[in-house]
């Protein structure tokens, strides 16, 4: 009865392959995003969605595309990995300014 | 340009004692601001959250404080227990864009030692 879950937990790869990292939220959130927490501990936002339309965009390369079937899912596609993509990815939902993490996605590019 | 800071990355306490974690931000901007715990391999869970309209928000052992003046926020929590050990963020938004951005600090990591 997890409410919002990534898969998988570990992800390591070799650099130029491309990945997929899966989310999904059975909160009935109409808000998702996926978080960035890099090697100094911070936690960005890279995207967020609303009832599967894209509203915010931090910047994030083109290498990253999100991709949100329906409201209860927004997964994140990375081509062409690179060495700083090393980080874990946290997905989220929210109610009220409120955000549900998952459990994060460690990606380690080698 | 981080808008949200936690100074001290690590905080050590006594069981019993008080634990007292601070944020600074600086975008005035900010009308919403939250407190995350974090346990290994798990993600940040929602502990306490204050509207800039208040200065004190209350939920158990849990206190934020916020100074709008000093853009200081503070996170009490009274007694500490050894369960309470974990990483704690501060969070801070702009709640009228309705957007759900939080901007985190980088976190504290607090232990509590029996």
């Known amino acids: 009865d997890t409410a919002v879950s990534q898969t998988p937990k570990y992800l390591v790869t070799q650099m130029g392959n491309d990945k997929s990292i899966k989310c999904e939220q059975n909160l009935g959130h109409d808000t998702m995003y996926w978080y960035k927490q890099d090697s100094k501990k911070f936690l960005k936002i890279m995207f967020s969605?609303?009832?599967?339309?894209?509203?915010i965009n931090e910047t994030v390369p083109n290498r990253f595309s999100p991709k949100s079937p329906d409201k209860a899912h927004l997964n994140l596609h990375i081509n062409s990995l690179e060495l700083g993509d090393s980080a874990v990815y946290f997905c989220a939902s929210s109610h009220n300014e409120k955000l549900f993490f998952g459990s994060g996605t460690q990606l380690s590019v080698l | 340009d981080q808008q949200v800071k936690q100074n001290s990355p690590s905080l050590s306490v006594q069981e019993g004692r008080i634990s007292i974690l601070n944020c600074d931000y600086t975008n005035s901007m900010f009308d919403y601001f939250l407190w995350y715990k974090k346990y290994p391999a798990e993600g940040p869970t929602f502990l306490i959250s204050i509207s800039s309209i208040k200065d004190k928000n209350e939920d158990g052992r849990f206190t934020v404080f916020l100074n709008k003046s000093a853009k200081h926020l503070s996170l009490h929590i009274v007694p500490s227990q050894p369960g309470d050990s974990a990483v704690y963020f501060c969070?801070?938004?702009?709640?009228?864009?309705?957007?759900?951005?939080?901007?985190f600090g980088q976190g504290t990591t607090l232990q509590v030692k029996p």
């Open positions: 969605y609303n009832n599967k339309e894209l509203i």
């Open positions: 969070a801070a938004s702009v709640y009228s864009s309705n957007t759900g951005k939080l901007i």
